[in-house]
């Protein structure tokens, strides 16, 4: 296949999942403002700018909107055309890598990512966001979750496939360690305790931006703690957003890619994802802790880019 | 007839597609005429967002670049068929490889004996000036003679409704994506028509391209590599190039994905350089290749000329066809199919005047404000002047423009192009329409049934350029015996 075929394809399947994990980031954190109904500035302020993970981004944001509202900072990851990782921005940048590779992927996934672009793009979306935020996010999750079927269903499961599996998984892996991180830069607010409500809320709102809270429950006996929650949604070995499902998706579709049996290596973005995914299946979450669950989710997160540049090295770069 | 829809509609002295003069239909539109009598406004106006929401949804679109910023707009698409019967068709095929069958052996000899230049058919000035020829080319041999492998000719019908050749499209001709769009979206949005008319298919357009494609490979190659090569996703015409690769089942290039060494072109992939062997370019031959032809193009692959010189590549339509689209060479076509063929002309040109030739420039001059002028190297409606409609200011430039360059220049009669009703904000109304059928050239020549028939939008006007706010139509022509049932 095409080099470029190539990166279009693991692309368009990085910046769909990125818009996805942006829909349910803000519809979590919708929800856990209404349960905390007596914002003031100040804790609106807490609650909503970790969602700028980015320095880039919250400047850009106060150029814009200055005041930090629950609205503005909505408006702003969900439309904001200069907001390069928005909804928006994600969904575009997908449309313009699928339309290069139209012939390849099948015209079903074409239009679905085409009709959601243009819905962003009309006043209807408008209006169903201003409506009811948590049923717009539902929508838009709903819609991409409609692409990852119709990939499955319609399109051979050949080299291009795998180029879309490993952008999935591994900006969700990259996703689900942010995601984590964002509960490492929310503060407690003076009084409550670590193990308090508030802290549970919050932790608990991290398994439902990961859709993980059902699946969670099922194994953790109604308990939820730091140490569980990022046990389960770090190192579980078959719930689809964990970060070590994840990188073990990944690494089975570059493996799958060069033909290369698994636990061996033909090129450098194999033995890193390999080393990445042996050290998340024999490490411990106390191991984690005692490294530091920030440090740990940071490094991860570096050594994700040094994968992607690595497959970029191997597949695109021709000169 | 039922009420309303058709009848305040008027054919104002024009031909008309569907109705002859005294406001009776044509037999070959009496199905449709009743089909859409009984539709009210509501129905119709449903069907026609129908078939716009398809469109769009698909990303069926072309791109309007105004400031920094471009809009993708759908083609208009009316949904009032044009209805060919088959006998008239099968003129028209055969005109129409007559035509090309000419227009190849010319391309030739031109870059070989230039025999028609010798026996003096054609001046050497010409040929010599003409902006497209490619003197480069001269002694190159392409695989089994063939350099317009795709080819857009033009037709109209004048008031007579006899057809005339408009001009042919050797080059990149475009639009061939619409007419099986076009296809797909009236069994969309009327299925039941289909099964009252016997017409044709259409949809081995791509099939029989590739075909023609493999047939022309390099060096007799009979497992050729084949890609379309387009200027990218910005171009205006992008749909259709990746429509065309996606139902060939071909891999679509920029010239960032090709690579020349040691005289053969490679296409990078995942598994390694892999050899290309017939390259359907949609890029325009100014643009292939940046250390022969421009320098500054960014759409180019270095060296692809030299490759396709030695006969390591081929390409298709083949380099320099673009001497055989002048406007001032379009005269000589008539006199082409005579010296190479020794047959009659079918299908005539319409009647042109060549300002190049002193008792033509001045019939011309003293007549700009009747006639249809021409820059002889423009196309998409642009350079071009209709005298009748022109304003004081536009004829003196033109004539200024003439005087100062004679090669440069075509006229033509006004011709009152045939209408078909189209429609317009609620009701039918006449709308000028012309035809381009598509004609491949491989082993065999073969010519998809009907062609794109598009539509000059605005009221009264005679240019149906998408470009300038045209429409198309589905073309259908109609099976032998071809009556409704």
Not at chain 1, 1 to 18: G, H, I, K, N, T
Not at chain 1, 157 to 162: A, L, R
Not at chain 1, 254 to 279: K, T, Y
Request: with cysteine; proline share 4%.
């Amino acid at each position: 296949m095409l080099s470029r075929v190539a990166d279009s394809c693991f692309w368009l399947s990085r910046y769909l999942e990125r818009a996805e994990t942006n829909s349910r980031i803000l519809d979590v954190n919708i929800q856990i403002a209404l349960d905390f109904e007596e914002n003031n500035d100040e804790k609106v302020r807490q609650q909503w700018m970790p969602i700028l993970s980015a320095a880039k981004e919250r400047e850009l944001f106060r150029q814009i909107h200055g005041e930090v509202t629950s609205e503005a900072i909505m408006d702003f990851v969900t439309f904001e055309k200069t907001n390069s990782s928005s909804i928006l921005s994600s969904m575009t940048l997908a449309r313009e890598n699928a339309r290069t590779v139209r012939e390849q992927i099948s015209s079903e996934m074409w239009e679905q990512i085409n009709r959601l672009y243009l819905y962003l793009q009309s006043p209807a979306a408008r209006t169903a966001f201003r409506e009811s935020p948590i049923g717009f996010f539902r929508l838009l999750v709903d819609n991409l979750h409609s692409f990852q079927g119709i990939t499955d269903a319609t399109m051979t499961h050949g080299e291009g496939w795998q180029f879309i599996q490993a952008g999935k998984y591994i900006e969700r892996a990259d996703s689900t360690s942010r995601v984590l991180d964002f509960k490492y830069h929310l503060l407690l607010p003076s009084g409550e305790q670590v193990g308090g409500n508030v802290d549970i809320t919050q932790w608990m709102a991290v398994l439902r931006s990961c859709s993980a809270m059902e699946a969670y429950f099922k194994i953790s006996r109604g308990h939820v703690t730091s140490w569980q929650v990022a046990e389960f949604l770090i190192l579980h070995d078959t719930f689809p957003r964990s970060i070590r499902f994840c990188v073990d998706a990944l690494d089975q579709a570059l493996h799958s890619i060069s033909g290369v049996d698994r636990g061996h290596f033909s090129n450098e973005a194999e033995r890193l994802s390999g080393a990445l995914r042996s050290n998340l299946a024999f490490t411990t979450v106390d191991s984690i802790f005692r490294f530091g669950l920030h440090q740990y989710l940071d490094q991860t997160q570096e050594r994700l880019n040094e994968i992607s540049n690595a497959l970029a090295e191997t597949y695109y770069r021709w000169t | 007839m039922a009420q309303g829809f058709f009848d305040r509609y008027e054919s104002e002295g024009f031909f008309d597609e569907m109705f002859e003069g005294d406001g009776k239909v044509r037999p070959h539109y009496q199905r449709i005429l009743e089909r859409f009598s009984e539709m009210d406004a509501q129905t119709f106006e449903r069907k026609r967002a129908l078939a716009e929401k398809a469109y769009l949804n698909q990303g069926i679109t072309f791109t309007i670049y105004s400031g920094d910023e471009g809009t993708e707009r759908i083609m208009p698409f009316d949904l009032v068929p044009r209805i060919i019967p088959s006998d008239e068709w099968k003129v028209l095929e055969r005109g129409l490889e007559q035509r090309l069958r000419a227009l190849n052996l010319f391309l030739h000899d031109i870059y070989h004996e230039q025999r028609i230049i010798r026996e003096g058919i054609i001046p050497l000035e010409i040929i010599r000036t003409a902006k497209h020829y490619r003197p480069e080319l001269i002694g190159v041999d392409v695989p089994h003679d063939i350099y317009i492998h795709v080819c857009g000719t033009d037709l109209i019908r004048g008031a007579d409704g006899g057809y005339l050749v408009l001009e042919d499209n050797g080059r990149c001709p475009s639009g061939v994506s619409y007419l099986l769009e076009n296809r797909q979206a009236m069994k969309r949005v009327f299925p039941h028509l289909f099964s009252r008319y016997p017409v044709r298919p259409v949809d081995r357009y791509p099939q029989e391209l590739l075909a023609a494609l493999r047939y022309v490979a390099p060096h007799g190659n009979l497992d050729p590599t084949v890609v379309v090569l387009t200027p990218g996703i910005y171009n205006s015409a992008y749909f259709e190039h990746s429509f065309l690769a996606r139902s060939m089942g071909i891999e679509i290039v920029t010239n960032q994905d090709l690579i020349v060494k040691d005289d053969f072109v490679y296409m990078k992939t995942t598994k390694g350089l892999k050899k290309v062997d017939v390259i359907y370019r949609r890029v325009d031959d100014d643009f292939l290749d940046p250390t022969v032809f421009r320098k500054d193009s960014m759409l180019g692959v270095p060296g692809i000329v030299n490759a396709y010189r030695k006969g390591n590549v081929n390409l298709a339509n083949a380099l320099g066809t673009g001497v055989a689209d002048d406007k001032v060479t379009y005269y000589y076509v008539p006199a082409m199919i005579r010296f190479y063929l020794g047959e009659e002309p079918i299908l005539p040109n319409v009647e042109t005047f060549l300002s190049a030739v002193d008792t033509d420039r001045k019939y011309i001059l003293e007549n700009l404000e009747n006639l249809v002028i021409k820059a002889a190297n423009e196309s998409g409606g642009y350079g071009m002047m209709i005298g009748p409609k022109a304003t004081r200011e536009e004829i003196e430039k033109f004539r200024a423009a003439i005087i100062a360059d004679p090669r440069g220049y075509i006229a033509q009669p006004v011709i009152s192009l045939s209408r078909s009703p189209c429609y317009c904000d609620g009701v039918f109304e006449g709308r000028h329409i012309d035809l381009r059928p598509y004609i491949l050239m491989g082993e065999k020549t073969t010519i998809i049934p009907g062609g794109l028939t598009r539509v000059a939008m605005r009221k009264g006007s005679l240019v149906v350029n998408s470009s300038q706010g045209g429409g198309t139509k589905d073309t259908w022509v109609l099976d032998e015996g071809g009556q409704p049932c």
